[in-house]
């Protein structure tokens, strides 16, 4: 079963699709302690599945992003302290990530927000990237479906 986990905008942390509520989402905090909270529909939800870096030549999914940011770090934690780390230490090490990202519509707060995303992954346990890969014909309302089951 694919694990549906989210971005909401606003709110820190990436969540966990646990069901649909009454005109919302239930959804839990991946990080401990995992709190259940409804999202509704004026929150601004997005699977991270759906969510692509911009390239020079087209989209990269995030799910192929993360999986070279751990094929490049060996599966532990970020080495690059992105709290710390200047505009240019955040494109040069995202540059051995990802090449030929877009130096234009990259900015270094997303790829503090990868980072962040990448350690609470990887510190969560979810490092399995290839399951946010949605498959040939699939898309989000078919995750929510398989989530209620």
Not at 81 to 89: G, I, T
Request: proline share 5%.
């Amino acid at each position: 079963m694919q694990k549906t986990i989210l971005a909401i905008a606003g709110k820190p942390g990436l969540y966990r699709l646990v069901s649909r509520g009454n005109r919302s989402l239930i959804v839990e905090t991946l990080e401990a302690p995992h709190r259940r909270m409804p999202a509704f529909a004026s929150d601004k939800v997005i699977s991270l599945a759906d969510i692509a870096m911009y390239t020079d030549d087209e989209e990269v999914p995030l799910f192929t992003v993360l999986q070279s940011l751990k094929d490049h770090e060996q599966g532990k934690q970020c080495s690059l302290d992105y709290k710390k780390a200047s505009k240019d230490q955040l494109f040069d090490f995202f540059a051995e990530i990802l090449p030929n990202f877009d130096r234009d519509r990259v900015y270094p707060t997303d790829v503090k927000k990868l980072i962040q995303w990448y350690n609470l992954l990887i510190s969560t346990g979810e490092d399995d990237f290839e399951a946010l890969k949605p498959t040939q014909g699939e898309n989000i309302a078919d995750r929510e479906t398989e989530a209620e089951s």
